[in-house]
């Protein structure tokens, strides 16, 4: 085993100042095994690399000589750590809005059962607030000056009562947002601009803008990002 190696490291230093004297001329650093014009260690043909003359155990490599030194250690890369995602963005807070609806548009004079024309009208209300999460529903029922303040007091809470209903049953807005109050024949729209109190056609007309009921509505809507 001795005369192999020693047979190997003369070989290998009288062929080297041949083969490699301009590599070994260029570097100031003496190598420990011969390499090729692209920095490739020589093998030979039984693959074990070419020490040069100046080779020690110190400057063995474990490609080259694995019997002096230990396998190195695998180096274990840390996972990438995962994507934080991103927060979803909070819910827009909608400001409250407040629609007057013509109480002749939803229930037919001096009544309290809403007409098709009015669920139409509060159909169209809720797809105008899609998307909303309701917070607070405020329905508030008026009359006009005609008949009793008791009678007007009852019918326009009627009319308020009448719109929650429509809208818990057939629209599914949770009852507990919805709050009701009827007023009477309380702030007129009209003012005093329609004269008389006797009950004619002329003057239910001019008294329309006063029969209503607002409908006053506040909630959260989701962002679209």
Avoid: H
């Amino acid at each position: 085993m001795k005369n192999t190696v020693t047979k190997k490291l003369l070989l290998g230093a009288a062929v080297l100042p041949v083969l490699f004297s301009g590599v070994a001329m260029a570097q100031e650093v003496p190598e420990a095994y011969a390499v090729d014009s692209v920095g490739e260690v020589v093998r030979d043909s039984s693959g074990d690399c070419w020490r040069t003359g100046y080779w020690t155990p110190a400057m063995a490599t474990y490609e080259c000589d694995p019997d002096l030194l230990p396998k190195p250690e695998k180096k274990v890369e840390a996972p990438a750590p995962e994507p934080i995602p991103a927060p979803a963005p909070a819910p827009a807070y909608t400001e409250p809005e407040k629609i007057s609806l013509s109480a002749d548009q939803l229930f037919d004079f001096d009544k309290a059962n809403l007409r098709p024309e009015g669920k139409q009208t509060l159909d169209d209300l809720v797809a105008k607030l899609g998307g909303v999460k309701y917070d607070t529903v405020v329905a508030i029922g008026y009359a006009d000056r005609l008949g009793s303040d008791a009678y007007n007091k009852k019918l326009s809470m009627r009319r308020a009562e009448a719109v929650k209903a429509y809208l818990v049953n057939e629209k599914g807005i949770p009852a507990d947002r919805i709050f009701v109050d009827g007023k009477g024949e309380a702030d007129p729209v009209t003012g005093d601009t329609c004269k008389g109190n006797k009950k004619t056609k002329a003057l239910i007309a001019c008294l329309q803008p006063d029969r209503r009921v607002e409908v006053e509505v506040a909630g959260t809507k989701e962002t679209v990002q």
